[in-house]
């Protein structure tokens, strides 16, 4: 009978330490399963928001300098990279052809002349014909009344008068025929004169020559379309940078905002300028739509060439002492503890919330988008809803929210890790924010705790 209270005794002391047991491995569970979040205290910052693209150097005004007329290339006044100035003599073409051309309209103006002069030379004799004629039907009259002359001589003098009448009417006409004549001679000589002289090709401003695109000996052929035998450029020391911006950024670009650029051939330099103008007109390439906002640029030491690249920064907007948070607290998602660390071993409860987003709403937007942040409260995450302002690709500024200044702001987080250790970050949000220069809180939970 004494042996029933001795098992008794032994399986109530395999109790007490399977209880003990458990109780002692719990933490152990509880860090293998638990949560790590990385917290960021919420501050003030200045923000500067900025608009990133790709550009081109450009010259703010080039001339195509071409040919109207068709010839042989004779000589050269310019050559590459040469300043030229207003009116200098840029090329020559052969002018044989042009001058005999000129020859032909002066010989054909002298004809007109000539025949002019002959057409009023005929008026006046007409004109005296017609007045004889008139007065010998005057003097018949009175001899006709007497019966001295027949009816017949006078008709046929009247007929004579009549005749007179219509050649001097022609010889009027002939005169102002010559006269017509006399004027396409001059019109053509004009001509002849003026293809003459383009074969003399001018600068028509002051700048620099950027293109030869012909040689000595070459034939120029004007038909259609002019052909271009120099491109000149006004300076470059004032020059325009033609930036392609892209159309979700184009409503945030305005005239006036200052500009920062810089060009593969002076890594080390920065380029400032200013946008003067941003074009409505869009460039379609691939389905990707972009806009040419124009940055001027004045440079004095005319550096920069045309067609280099340049990487150009826009600022649209500037915030001074700002509520902001961290980009990565935007990117963070909660990470829910694994089944089954709850009860006895996790007892990880739900993630609290306070009006969390929608499944499939963005996380970061335009400034005035609603997007939700993360505070660590009561060692769980909690959803808070805020409107964002202005990013600058580091920090982004809160609106307005229910946020203060201090609350830990979630970033990241770690699950998995064993006291002492660091494991790789889950989920989204792992990059280091940017903010007040404090560093990250990393905060250990267990599943239920």
């Known amino acids: 009978m004494k042996t029933a209270p001795r098992i008794i005794i ?18 152990l569970f509880a860090r293998r399963d638990g949560i790590q979040y990385v917290t960021r205290p919420l501050g003030y910052a200045d923000i500067s928001a900025t608009v ?37 003599v840029l090329a020559t073409l052969d002018p044989t052809t042009f001058q005999a051309a000129v020859d032909s309209a002066q010989a054909n103006l002298r004809l007109a002349e000539a ?10 004799k007409m004109k005296a014909l017609l007045d004889m004629a008139n007065l010998t039907v005057q003097r018949e009259e009175p001899l006709l009344k007497q019966g001295l ?47 003459l002289g383009k074969t003399v090709i001018r600068s028509p401003l002051d700048g620099i020559v950027m293109a030869r695109n012909v040689s000595i000996g070459q034939t120029v052929a004007a038909s259609l379309q002019t052909p271009t035998i120099f491109s000149l450029a006004t300076s470059l020391t004032d020059m325009q940078v033609d930036t392609s911006v892209d159309e979700a950024d184009a409503g945030s670009v305005r005239e006036g905002a200052a500009a920062h650029f810089s060009v593969t051939a002076y890594p080390n330099e920065t380029f400032t300028g200013t946008v003067k103008q941003v074009r409505i007109n869009p460039t379609v390439t691939q389905n990707v739509v972009t806009y040419d906002a124009v940055v001027a640029v004045h440079d004095t030491t005319a550096r920069l060439l045309p067609g280099m690249t340049a990487q150009v920064t826009i600022d649209v907007g500037k915030r ?8 990565a607290a935007l990117l963070y998602r909660p990470l829910q503890a694994s ?15 306070s009006g969390a987003a929608p499944a499939g709403q963005s996380v970061a937007g335009a400034p005035g988008s609603r997007v939700t942040v993360w505070l660590l409260a009561n060692a769980r995450p909690s959803a808070r809803q805020v409107t964002i302002g202005l990013s600058d690709g580091k920090n982004v500024e809160i609106r307005s929210g229910d946020l203060r200044e201090g609350d830990p702001v979630i970033v990241a987080q770690r699950r998995g890790a064993r006291s002492g250790q660091g494991s790789a970050a889950a989920g989204t949000g792992t990059g280091a924010p940017a903010g007040q ?13």
Request: aromatic share 4%; glycine share 12%.
């Open 437 to 449: 220069g404090a560093a990250p809180a990393a905060v250990p939970t267990r599943g239920g705790q």
């Open 52 to 88: 990133s693209e790709t550009g081109t150097v450009n010259p703010v005004n080039t001339v195509s300098v071409g040919s109207e007329v068709s010839g042989t290339i004779k000589s050269l006044g310019a050559d590459y990279n040469s300043r030229v100035r207003l009116g200098q």
């Open 10 to 27: 032994i399986a109530a002391a395999v109790v007490v330490v399977a209880v003990a047991a458990l109780i002692a491995l719990r933490p």
């Open 339 to 353: 089944a089954g660390s709850g009860g006895f071993f996790g007892g990880g409860g739900p993630i609290a919330s």
């Open 115 to 124: 025949n002019l002069n002959s057409a009023q030379v005929g008026v006046g």
């Open 149 to 195: 002359i027949n009816q017949n001589q006078m008709d046929t003098d009247r007929t004579a008068a009549i005749s007179a009448n219509q050649d001097y009417l022609a010889a009027q006409a002939a005169v102002r025929v010559a006269e017509a004549q006399v004027s396409v001679a001059q019109g053509q000589l004009e001509t002849a004169k003026y293809n």
């Open 320 to 327: 001074s002492h700002v509520l902001a948070v961290p980009m």
